[in-house]
């Protein structure tokens, strides 16, 4: 079965740099990539998808590029801020109904 | 909006108790799913049901079951609930979708279930 690895676990960021979260997938059929963000005592919501045919997609602040090749695909989160500060997972999908989750990051964005 | 709510917050059980854990959506979704999320470990899913009466295991059924007699409830049961089981559970539903489309799942709030 699929099996999403996701990197790194923590991730530090002074306010307004950057942060890049990166996932690999094993099922060459996965056709649907989304990012779930929790924040403290919440509960996951999803920001932002991709599907296999499109190569990036933007968001205001938040990016997802797509390797198919490789398969990997990141969050890019630019001029982050405080409220930034979350857990993030990735999700692999053949179908678009059932998800495969990775383990998270834990995004601390310094002020 | 999408509403989907659980039955308890928090809940505290003893070691061989049996335990229902229960899930309501107002949304009409076809697809519903219980998860458990432990420390780094992510979200790993239990079941997932896509139909009332229809169930699917997931990556980590054993010590679980579940019920959906209705579309909009979906209850998992732990038959004897042992301290390995002590976790957040979280429910979540969905539209059915085919393969050229994807469904958003919406979250309940969670259950922090402990079993001493």
């Known amino acids: 079965g699929e099996n999403v690895e996701q990197h790194p676990s923590t991730l530090s960021v002074q306010e307004g740099d950057s942060a890049v979260i990166k996932c690999t997938y094993s099922?060459?059929?996965?056709?649907?990539f989304p990012w779930y963000k929790q924040e403290l005592g919440k509960r996951p919501q999803l920001i932002i998808d991709i599907r296999s045919n499109v190569g990036e997609k933007k968001d205001q602040r938040i990016a997802v590029t797509l390797n198919k090749t490789a398969k990997h695909f990141s969050l890019h989160i630019t001029e982050t801020q405080p409220e930034d500060s979350a857990v993030y997972f990735c999700a692999a999908s053949t179908d678009g109904n059932k998800l495969v989750f990775g383990a998270g990051t834990i995004l601390r964005v310094k002020s | 909006d999408v509403k989907v709510t659980q039955s308890s917050r928090y809940l505290v059980k003893r070691t061989g108790e049996k335990v229902f854990l229960e899930c309501v959506q107002d949304m009409d979704h076809e697809n519903m799913f219980w998860y458990r999320q432990d420390p780094g470990l992510g979200l790993r899913l239990i079941y997932f049901s896509y139909d009332v009466k229809m169930k699917e295991k997931g990556d980590i059924p054993e010590g679980y079951s579940v019920s959906r007699e209705k579309k909009e409830r979906f209850s998992l049961i732990l038959e004897s609930a042992s301290t390995n089981q002590t976790s957040m559970y979280l429910c979540?539903?969905?539209?059915?979708?085919?393969?050229?489309?994807?469904?958003?799942?919406?979250f309940g709030p969670g259950t922090r279930l402990t079993v001493t």
């Open positions: 099922d060459s059929a996965s056709n649907y």
């Open positions: 979540a539903s969905s539209l059915w979708v085919d393969r050229d489309r994807s469904g958003e799942q919406y």
